[in-house]
């Protein structure tokens, strides 16, 4: 009877032994568990905010080179100035397609950024401004006429500067004040060419219009 007591107090406690070998081992997979979980979250959120960090690097990235050809095309409008090479109404217009390229880019970016078809749209627009203060500075006009105008002042009509100051440009208006200021300028260039007398007439005729739609003498 003593030795069957003995026997059954070993079992017992060797079963309670298993017991709690089994609970710690449990314990032990779910600290390591919860552990791991934890682990991963961590992981998944660094990855976002590596994301994010490359992407407002790109954003800015892309805002520093608008603004930079922005002031880049500013400068060499100034230096035509400067230098005779721009007449009143070139100067007025080419930095009135700057202020539009401008409202432009606050009607894109009024959500705060840029995508990558807004970035290639502002810079199809500045390589198009690009071209016209270029086309402007080397046309015949400027120092080689400087009686063009007769010494008005050429200025912009105040429904557009209140437009552009009001900085509430839509983007579609935007677009329409730009196609038609890439108008003028193709304009002007063919009207530089050998052209009939009719295809003259009529090419001048829509310049003015276009012209006189923005602009005016004083």
């Known amino acids: 009877m003593k030795q069957t007591a003995i026997m059954m107090a070993v079992v017992i406690g060797l079963s309670g032994m298993a017991v709690l070998a089994g609970e710690g081992v449990n314990a032990l997979k779910t600290k390591h568990s919860r552990a791991s979980g934890k682990g991963v979250s961590t992981t998944a959120e660094e990855r976002h905010q590596k994301r994010e960090a490359r992407k407002n690097r790109a954003q800015g990235k892309c805002q520093n080179v608008i603004d930079n050809r922005q002031e880049c095309q500013a ?5 035509g100035i400067n230098k005779g090479y721009l007449t009143d109404e070139e100067t007025k217009q080419l930095q009135a397609q700057q202020a539009s390229i401008a409202a432009l880019e606050n009607s894109l970016s009024a ?3 840029l995508t990558g078809n807004e970035f290639r749209q502002l810079q199809s627009e500045l390589n198009e401004a690009s071209r016209s203060i270029w086309a402007e500075k ?16 050429v200025v912009a009509k105040d429904s557009l500067t209140a437009k552009l100051a009001s900085g509430e440009m839509t983007r579609a208006e935007a677009k329409a004040l730009l196609k038609d200021f890439r108008r003028m300028m193709e304009l002007k260039t063919r009207l530089s060419g050998d052209l009939s007398e009719s295809e003259r007439a009529a090419l001048q005729s829509e310049y003015d219009t276009l012209l006189n739609e923005y602009f005016e003498l004083k």
């Open 111 to 113: 959500d705060g950024k």
């Open 75 to 79: 400068k060499r409008i100034q230096h």
């Open 138 to 153: 080397h046309d015949t006009e400027g120092n080689q006429m400087p009686v063009y105008r007769l010494g008005k002042n």
